[in-house]
T-cell receptor, first 114, second 113 residues
């Protein structure tokens, strides 16, 4: 039973345009969400996070939107750059004793075309 | 500063052999995590350490898997009698405190032949 789903295994975007990566979750206990970026042969790198008390968090070119009623979050990258080409993982955690355990989606491979 | 390091970066072993994977977390990080990523899958949580204690071992796939952490720093993940389904990238992460953003190492790619 996959609790965090990234339904698009891949996405191609032209340089300078917006990249939108989507993530859905099923566990209503999740209250903290993160996006990680992974290059080949490297570990995932933390990108941006959002708490369930917010619906938007912005950091430079990266914005994460959270729709709790739809159990959906998205990562927007504007403008997209070739260096953004990587696999992006959505992750979530629940409060309390389980807050250490991140549940990851399977990832979306983003290709930014120059 | 130095990030999370893992060794070896690659390990090829024969089915039935034991392997040890090592993780050096970021200095001062009290929490340490092990994950694995099988081909085409997301990261699967294995075990979590707070200091030298592992409050939750429920993610370990079988009793062939064990992990320890010493001195609140280095951790070793041991897989006994490896099987082909153990082939995966094993990732270690650390954080300052429980629940904080986790910083990942580059992983160990394990191939069981």
């Amino acid at each position: 039973d996959q609790q965090v789903k990234q339904n698009s295994p891949s996405l191609s975007v032209q340089e300078g345009r917006i990249s939108i990566l989507n993530c859905d979750y099923t566990n209503s206990m999740f209250d903290y969400f993160l996006w990680y970026k992974k290059y080949p042969a490297e570990g995932p790198t933390f990108l941006i996070s959002i708490s369930s008390i917010k619906d938007k968090n912005e950091d430079g070119r990266f914005t994460v939107f959270l729709n709790k009623s739809a159990k959906h979050l998205s990562l927007h990258i504007v403008p997209s750059q070739p260096g953004d080409s990587a696999v992006y993982f959505c992750a979530a955690s629940a409060p309390g004793a389980g807050s250490y355990q991140l549940t990851f989606g399977k990832g979306t491979k983003l290709s930014v075309i120059p | 500063g130095a990030g999370v390091s893992q060794s070896p970066s690659n390990k090829v072993t024969e089915k039935g052999k034991d392997v040890e994977l090592r993780c050096d977390p970021i200095s001062g990080h009290t929490a340490l995590y092990w994950y694995r990523q099988s081909l085409g899958q997301g990261l699967e949580f294995l075990i979590y350490f707070q200091g030298n204690s592992a409050p939750d071992k429920s993610g370990l796939p079988s009793d062939r898997f064990s992990a320890e952490r010493t001195g609140g720093s280095v951790s070793t993940l041991t897989i006994q009698r490896t099987q082909q389904e153990d082939s995966a990238v094993y990732l270690c992460a650390s954080s300052r405190i429980q629940g904080n953003e986790q910083y990942f190492g580059p992983g160990t790619r394990l191939t069981v032949t």
